[in-house]
């Protein structure tokens, strides 16, 4: 069931009509929808316990979008958990504009907090290396310290998810949704769905694709067609998902001695940072990774400067 039809019974009928929109004729991803109803129904549970009543959008007025910011701020939230609150207000409110339901939206030009700059984490070239290696090697531990044999199939699918990851570049909404068709063996491409269910083509490297042949070549069945790439149990027929892709990247994490909160994302960072610094330009860059705007690409730029700068400091004489 989708995201929107799953809503259909639980809240206000003008956002189920919002949800199956960004759904179905915006393409918008799951993720979207469902951070989307999160936001819009708890704002709908504020403004009822504020004012007595469920709201009713045409009477919405610019004071009580301010006062729901201050009430969001006194719950110290993070300026993004913020942004993606008042970004689903203001998405809805159009949707009802457009739909003739309002003259116009009464959220318009409220300022909401910035979001702060960060530079994105990333790991090291060799920490990549090391953290590629350690589902095998653990697989090896397991065994070697196992009375019975130990089931390799878990450990050559996280190998070949890790490896497609870096190798790719993908979001872990990327990884989770890619089908069997999707992987083209001769000319080492994938097709990926990106955000807005926009299509992109990448290369994968040779270490990914062997990595997936060893885990294909493990399963009870041979993938094709729309099947997934990547199973949650070798004779289920679900595919993996966000959480399992995490769970699974944090056991490894911690079995290298890396830091165990580092998220799936961080190696679509670590993707970015290593091609910058062999010499990729940023147009490819932005293209390999999906990004719709150039800027989105350039924060990768800041953190590759600021290691030369750092090496230049260290390394030269009258630096």
Request: charged residues 30%; contains cysteine.
């Amino acid at each position: 069931m989708s995201v929107a039809a799953e809503s259909s019974d639980c809240t206000d009928p003008w956002i189920g009509k919002f949800l199956a929109h960004i759904e179905n004729e915006r393409t918008g991803s799951e993720y979207t929808v469902r951070n989307y109803k999160h936001a819009l129904e708890e704002f709908v549970s504020w403004f009822t316990e504020s004012y007595g009543d469920a709201p009713t959008w045409k009477k919405c007025e610019r004071d009580q979008f301010r006062a729901y910011l201050r009430a969001l701020s006194r719950r110290n939230l993070k300026r993004a958990a913020i942004q993606l609150r008042f970004s689903a207000l203001r998405s809805f409110f159009k949707f009802l504009v457009r739909r003739g339901k309002l003259p116009a939206t009464p959220i318009k030009n409220i300022s909401v907090p910035k979001l702060e700059k960060r530079l994105p984490k990333f790991l090291t070239a060799e920490q990549m290396t090391t953290l590629l290696e350690s589902p095998l090697k653990e697989w090896k531990r397991m065994q070697e310290n196992s009375d019975k044999p130990v089931d390799k199939n878990p450990y050559l699918r996280d190998c070949a998810m890790m490896e497609t990851v870096y190798s790719c570049g993908l979001r872990v909404s990327e990884l989770c949704g890619l089908s069997a068709e999707d992987i083209f063996w001769g000319e080492q491409v994938v097709r990926v769905r990106g955000k807005g269910r926009k299509e992109r083509i990448v290369p994968v490297g040779a270490p990914a694709m062997a990595a997936i042949e060893a885990y294909w070549k493990m399963l009870p069945f041979m993938p094709g067609g729309d099947m997934p790439v990547f199973y949650s149990k070798p004779r289920a027929d679900r595919g993996v998902y966000p959480q399992l892709v995490q769970k699974q990247l944090k056991k490894y994490l911690v079995a290298c001695g890396l830091d165990p909160e580092l998220t799936p994302h961080k190696l679509r960072h670590s993707y970015a940072t290593h091609l910058l610094d062999a010499g990729a330009d940023l147009r490819s860059v932005q293209e390999l990774l999906g990004h719709a705007h150039l800027v989105t690409t350039q924060v990768y730029t800041h953190l590759t400067t600021d290691r030369l700068k750092k090496a230049y400091d260290e390394a030269h004489p009258r630096a």
